[in-house]
């Protein structure tokens, strides 16, 4: 028993024999109640305390969780930081040899095996970039938004900071010879934007097309009316050719337009696609009747040659369109009294395994026409919005520029694909594959 509670219990006893030596019986019943409610809460009070006791570790007594300490020290904690970064990152000492990496930065400088430790700078990159960053920071210079790019297997483009590493006592001045002599190392890190330069080129190519597309009409419509404005008015039959001219581009400046806002729709997703099992005869055939007269005016002969019991699991409307835009390009970039067929196979594995057709992987729709065919340079491009193989006579063909690219955009979100083949003399033959289920 502490010295404390000794002292209590003396208190106590000396508390009950007043009370008892108390005159009144009233007074007494009181005074005990008063004594017995104090003593209850020093027992709770020392009980609680005693509990606590005895649930803290002794000091010479390991802890039973130790595993957080050991996840979370600082080595391994450094360690799984590194190595978990999708940023490059180098440390190296004051004589360029670096002292530190992970695996993205061996990633950057093509090292499939070994490390990048005790290497010099030097012996990793003859890039002046990243040798005078490093440099510049061993001098106490923090340097940000250096741009480095390599050219491997693909080109890549890095941000690249640097930051100086000061001595332990970490004092350094500004400005002066310590800020120099402070700096034992620097750390580098590489954050890669080739996706982000890659996106601000499409958009800077996208902003010029579509001017250019937009201007070229304009400039053709104001040019026309001022003609109309000087006096060519008076002159039906001029006027009547000017008139036609303007209305022509400004029904492409409109589709261009239209296009614009349906291709932006569907790559945000605010196209929804409601796929369900179609026949397809009939939607070949109302395509191909939608683009009868400008078949006819060049002798082009459009083919279904579509099974009438083959069935697709896509949305009829968006279907249609993308059918529309293959087999308009088609006809426009045709031969003179040439042909267009448009055909249909399912999953040759699963013909072959005697598969229902609805238990067939893919559909594939085929547009063929006996074209002159694209050059093989174009091809990987095709499909990008505003790209054209042949840009004075699509110009003169009509048409926005933008069929394929919503083609493509359809496509993907039916789960699909549109792909190309081509070769020269002979025609090309566009492929729209769509998922069975």
Request: proline share 3%; net charge neutral; with cysteine.
């Given at each position: ?54 649930q803290l570790p002794t000091a010479g007594e390991e802890r039973s969780d130790d595993a957080p300490a050991d996840t979370f020290a600082l080595g391994k904690l450094f360690e799984a930081t590194m190595h978990g970064m999708r ?41 002046p970039a990243i040798y005078s960053a490093f440099l510049d920071a061993l001098k106490g210079t923090e340097r940000s938004g250096v741009k480095v790019e390599t050219h491997g297997p693909e080109r890549l483009v890095f941000d ?11 004092k350094r001045s500004e400005g002066s010879a310590a800020a120099i002599q402070g700096a034992e190392g620097a750390l580098g890190v590489f954050t890669d934007v080739t996706r982000l330069e890659r996106l601000e080129q499409v ?235």
């Amino acid at each position: 028993m502490s010295t404390r509670s000794r002292f209590l219990v003396v208190v106590g006893c000396f508390v009950i024999a007043v009370i008892l030596l108390l005159p009144s019986f009233t007074t007494r019943v009181v005074a005990a109640v008063v004594l017995l409610l104090a003593a209850g809460v020093w027992l709770i009070r020392a009980f609680s305390n005693n509990t606590a006791t005895e649930q803290l570790p002794t000091a010479g007594e390991e802890r039973s969780d130790d595993a957080p300490a050991d996840t979370f020290a600082l080595g391994k904690l450094f360690e799984a930081t590194m190595h978990g970064m999708r940023e490059g990152l180098i440390v190296v000492d004051k004589d360029m040899r670096v002292v530190a990496s992970n695996a993205a930065a061996h990633r950057l400088f093509n090292l499939s095996r070994g490390k990048l430790d005790s290497q010099r700078l030097t012996e990793l990159t003859r890039n002046p970039a990243i040798y005078s960053a490093f440099l510049d920071a061993l001098k106490g210079t923090e340097r940000s938004g250096v741009k480095v790019e390599t050219h491997g297997p693909e080109r890549l483009v890095f941000d690249l900071r640097v930051v100086p590493l000061t001595n332990s006592n970490g004092k350094r001045s500004e400005g002066s010879a310590a800020a120099i002599q402070g700096a034992e190392g620097a750390l580098g890190v590489f954050t890669d934007v080739t996706r982000l330069e890659r996106l601000e080129q499409v958009r800077q190519e996208f902003l010029s097309n579509v001017s250019h597309e937009l201007r070229t009409p304009l400039t053709a419509m104001l040019a026309f009316i001022e003609t109309l404005e000087a006096g060519a008015i008076d002159d039906k039959e001029a006027s009547q050719r000017f008139l036609s001219i303007i209305r022509r581009n400004a029904v492409r400046m409109h589709e261009v337009i239209d296009d614009t806002l349906e291709l932006s729709a569907i790559e945000s997703g605010n196209v929804k696609v409601r796929a369900e099992l179609v026949e397809l005869a009939p939607i070949v055939n109302d395509v191909i009747a939608s683009l009868a007269a400008k078949a006819s005016a060049q002798g082009i002969v459009v083919s279904n040659v579509v099974a009438r019991d083959a069935t697709v699991y896509a949305d009829a409307r968006r279907l249609e369109q993308m059918l529309t835009n293959l087999v308009e390009n088609a006809i426009k970039f045709n031969r003179e009294h040439g042909t267009v067929t448009i055909s249909y196979e399912e999953d040759a594995e699963a013909v072959a395994s005697g598969r229902s057709p609805v238990a067939a992987r893919r559909s594939r729709i085929m547009v063929q026409d006996s074209g002159e065919g694209i050059p093989a340079q174009h091809l990987e491009r095709l499909f990008e919005r505003f790209y054209r193989a042949d840009r004075a006579r699509s110009r003169e063909m009509g048409g926005t520029g933008l069929g394929l690219a919503i083609v493509k955009h359809l496509a993907r979100a039916h789960g699909g694909e549109v792909t190309v083949t081509s070769e020269l003399g002979k025609g090309s033959l566009f492929t729209i594959e769509l998922p069975r289920e």
